[in-house]
């Protein structure tokens, strides 16, 4: 789970704008102290866009929200993993540069 931190809660107050006390609440019935969860409750009442809340929660985390409908992936280097194993692990392989590869994460603080 990511944190949802006062910094990140103010940095997507800031995107979204003054959250009405509806969105409030939810922040604390079912959003918690869950990022993810939070930014998707804006998200689904249309205080933000997925894009914006991707970036501002990757950037957080020292990382690059990708949205996958957006991104250009090799096929072939997606064939090599196993799906039973990206499914596992929350991940996929998007592109190889050299000897390197960009892998999208479904939470990249997961240590696994």
Do not use: W
């Amino acid at each position: 789970m990511m944190q949802l931190t006062d910094e990140l809660y103010k940095l997507l107050e800031e995107k979204a704008g003054v959250f009405s006390k509806q969105v409030y609440g939810l922040r604390l019935s079912e959003g918690g102290t869950d990022a993810v969860g939070f930014a998707l409750l804006l998200v689904h009442y249309g205080y933000l866009d997925r894009d914006s809340a991707g970036d501002i929660i990757a950037g957080q985390f020292g990382r690059t929200y990708v949205n996958l409908g957006k991104t250009l992936y090799q096929q072939d280097l997606i064939a090599r993993l196993p799906a039973e194993l990206a499914h596992k692990l929350g991940a996929i392989p998007l592109y190889r540069l050299g000897n390197k590869a960009t892998v999208g994460m479904v939470n990249p603080v997961d240590e696994k």
